[in-house]
Antibody, heavy 123, light 109 residues
Framework: EVELVQSGPEVKKPGEALRISCEAS????????IGWVRQMPGKGLEWMGS????????RYSPSFQGHITISADKSSSTAYLHWSTLEASDTAMYFC????????????????WGQGTLVTVSS | QSVLTQPPSVSAAPGQRVTISCSGI????????VSWYQQFPGTAPTLLIY???KRPSGIPDRFSGSRSGTSATLRITGLQTGDGADYYC??????????FGGGTKLTVL
């Protein structure tokens, strides 16, 4: 059974750094793209970027490029989302999700999602 | 603002049928990668439909998908009170990556 388990909620101050995680199990982690999706309070889903753990190929949404870093550790089957400098506007729920039926970074769909990590940034 | 447009809300009574549209899709040959997701408050989305009309195992056939021109449609028949949720369409664009619609809140009256 495919499972994505995310790290717990975080409360941070503006300007602080943060890394949240997503541990995968039940499938070959290296061979599937895994992405991050933001959902701000009361709002819709926004794709942030995805990584192919096999070769660490990363694709970012232009809206998030430069503000986040996505990485993966094949040895622990874990994907990460990192901010070096948080802003209050980063307050949101963040989901990791597995993409399937992919070819050269273009994927058909996203079939499994983590439970979400709530990040609150407030002074 | 999403590039995929969905109605903010739809409603219908139990047992009835409802459709949710998703417009603004730029199809290319061989690209029918429209997905639909269901999300209950406080939980992660779940995949309902992929490749425009395919259902993952475990999704009842009350849920179906279709497309016409630059729009896709999610149809739910035999509405149940438990279907009340937010529904999102999504595509994968070679230039922009994954793109989601703004979401539609379904109320089962």
């Amino acid at each position: 059974e495919v499972e994505l388990v995310q790290s717990g909620p975080e409360v941070k101050k503006p300007g602080e750094a943060l890394r949240i995680s997503c541990e995968a199990s039940g499938y070959s982690f290296s061979r599937y793209w895994i992405g991050w999706v933001r959902q701000m309070p009361g709002k819709g889903l926004e794709w942030m970027g995805s990584i192919y753990p096999y070769d660490s190929d990363v694709r970012y949404s232009p809206s998030f490029q430069g503000h986040i870093t996505i990485s993966a550790d094949k040895s622990s089957s874990t994907a990460y989302l990192h901010w070096s400098t948080l802003e209050a506007s980063d307050t949101a729920m963040y989901f990791c999700a597995r993409h399937v039926y992919c070819n050269d970074g273009v994927c058909h769909t996203t079939d499994n999602w983590g439970q979400g990590t709530l990040v609150t940034v407030s002074s | 603002q999403s590039v995929l447009t969905q109605p903010p809300s739809v409603s219908a009574a139990p047992g009835q049928r409802v459709t949710i549209s998703c417009s603004g899709i730029s199809y290319t040959i061989g690209n029918d990668f429209v997905s639909w997701y269901q999300q209950f408050p406080g939980t992660a989305p779940t995949l309902l439909i992929y490749d425009t009309y395919k259902r993952p195992s475990g999704i009842p056939d009350r849920f179906s998908g279709s497309r016409s021109g630059t729009s896709a449609t999610l149809r739910i028949t035999g509405l149940q009170t438990g279907d009340g949720a937010d529904y999102y369409c999504g595509i994968w664009d070679a230039g922009r990556g994954a793109v989601f619609g703004g979401g539609t809140k379904l109320t089962v009256l």
